[in-house]
């Protein structure tokens, strides 16, 4: 990002991401944390932009750079990026796939997936990431049974120690998948009480019956 080229897309898989894609599409990508790149533009531009791509992945040790201009060979490097979800779930037969999100700075990305994978460790978790991280937005995809009520506790505490993580990295709790249900008892932490309500002025104003989505993201009848 630093360089100044114009990256289209930058997404980030982790090394387990890349096993699971691996082995339910027969790739044969390296098994390593991995960024898969886009760029716009004319050929000779799309060129010379794959170049410098490469020169400042390698100057960071980057240890194998691949790229494609032709549509196929393109969708095969995409592939495992597409039809990731399915590859998780494919690793626990009978499972299901329960995704959170956050989004950091930039610069805070790497401490924010290091802490990820050692609280997937710490609460014995199968998750893998997967991210937009252009904009330090990246999801964690947790492979569960959601008849074990013990597992699902340890889901619900790395949900909500993810998100407080990345306050504490000045970060968001979400960074697509919005606030709904799950997170918005987070919502005080983020925004503080003069936000929260700010956000039931605007609320009141625009569903003065409280009608649009009751009880999702602000509960108008709640103090805090």
């Known amino acids: 990002m630093q360089s100044g080229l114009p990256v289209a897309r930058i997404e980030f898989l982790d090394e387990k991401m890349v096993d699971a894609c691996n082995r339910f599409y027969k790739l044969s990508l390296d098994v390593l944390p991995t960024l898969f790149l886009e760029f716009h533009g004319s050929n000779n531009n799309i060129e010379m932009q794959g170049q410098l791509a490469e020169e400042t992945c390698k100057s ?4 194998k750079f691949d790229y494609a201009t032709e549509p196929n060979k393109r969708a095969d490097l995409w592939k495992a990026r597409h039809n990731l979800f399915y590859a998780a779930l494919a690793l626990k037969q009978g ?3 329960y995704i959170t999100d956050v989004c950091v700075p930039i610069s805070a990305l790497p401490r924010m997936i290091y802490l990820t994978n ?4 710490r609460l ?3 998750g893998m990431i997967a991210g937009h ?3 330090g937005n990246f999801h964690v995809v947790l492979v569960v049974d959601p008849k ?3 597992e699902m506790e340890r889901v619900h505490e790395f949900s909500m120690i993810l998100a407080k993580e990345s306050l504490d990295l000045h970060g968001t709790v979400t960074g697509e998948h919005g606030i709904g249900l799950g997170k918005k008892q987070l919502l005080i932490d983020e925004f503080g009480l003069q936000g929260i309500n700010t956000m039931k002025v605007i609320k009141q104003a625009l569903d003065p ?3 649009l989505n009751p009880g999702k993201v602000i509960d108008m009848n709640k103090s805090f």
């Open 118 to 121: 050692k609280e997937l460790k």
């Open 148 to 150: 074990n009520v013990e």
């Open 124 to 126: 014995q978790l199968l």
């Open 209 to 211: 019956l409280n009608i």
């Open 60 to 63: 960071f040790e980057c240890l």
């Open 133 to 135: 991280v252009g904009d």
């Open 95 to 97: 499972s299901k796939g």
